[in-house]
């Protein structure tokens, strides 16, 4: 079966390449991915698949019935939007939307989730279970996932896969996961309320900044002191709003950030840690507060079965130096953690960094390129992953 499989992408690689650059030179910002949903569901119905279009808002599904012999279904994820970045690489099919750029590799998981769909479609009568593809959009806004599940695109789905690519990981190697891939993260808005009043006379005033200022330097302090060490947090304040003039003491402060953690019992004591920092400081100088704890998306924890289908499957096709267990996670987000909320599945790195390059770009930047080799990669490892999860007996 993997020498088949193989067979047919070398055959398609050409197709998917195209495919690729005509994606990657029509990029489409989160929620707005109304040109790629089409072109996907067009593929799709190409290869046989009934396409529904529309899920998810600008999303697309389909699915691949097998032969019926599991009743199990796997759900296949890709995203499809691009970022508000302008595009620097000169290729020759660079973005034609200006200001709009695949800077995050999304145009090669639509390629690669299609090539999956091709290939699936092609050995249908030898696939036990059934195969959903979901093309999501949104989730460089961490939105489009919860879209797609409240779809119900996650209903009797029994495991999910996702592939993210990885410049720093060469093209022909993959990597996986056990645990932890990417870290919760969740937004904070921290209000600090004192009282205005001349520059020159602060016994008068609460100052507003100057307890913000307290407030950010505990808050940071803390963290070394307070979390435990072993279990990171990392609390980063982006953006401080406040003040009128520079002899007026400031009444109002706002500050905005992002919290990122990796275990659910950390990040669910988190909200009221701070809260309690935050009160603290603004009681101490009699600055009143509020403290807004928005959860974002969860941590992707990669299911240990699930990963290791995965990890035989890419050695058998690639060979054991072409797979690499990573040792740490990512305090990055993905909200492919809102599919693992309603089945067990694992992400894993496809990599595509160029080997004869001395430097590959990182993910979201204008001049970021990938090594399309990788494509016929990533797809074989998910079609024969695909296969061998049905072989598997990793209960629902
Ligand atoms: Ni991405």
Known sequence: MLTRIKDIATQLAPRLIEIRRHIHSHPELSGNEYQTSAFVAGVLSSCGIHAEEGVGKTGVIGEIKGNGKDSRTLAIRTDM???PITECTKLEFSSRQTGIMHACGHDVHTTVGLGTAMILSQIAQELPGKVRFLFQP????????????????MENVDAVLGVHVFPSIPAGSIGVRFGALTAAADDLEIIIIGESGHGARPHEAIDAIWIASQVITNLQQAISRTQNPLRPVVLSIGKIEGGRAPNVIADRVQLLGTVRSLHPETRNQLPSWIEQIVANVCNSY?????????QGVPSVQNDYAITKIIQLAAEEAWGDDAVQVLPEPSLGAEDFSMYLEHAPGSMFRLGVGFTDRMINYPLHHPL???????????????????????????SE
Do not use: P, R
């Open 286 to 294: 009699g600055a009143k507060y509020q403290v807004n704890y928005g």
């Open 138 to 153: 949104a989730e460089e806004i961490a939105q489009g996932a919860s879209w797609m599940v409240k779809d119900g695109v």
């Open 81 to 83: 939007d691009a970022l």
């Open 368 to 394: 970021f390129d990938v090594d399309e080799s990788a494509i016929v990669t990533g797809v074989v490892t998910l079609v024969y992953t695909a296969y061998k999860y049905f072989l598997s007996d990793i």
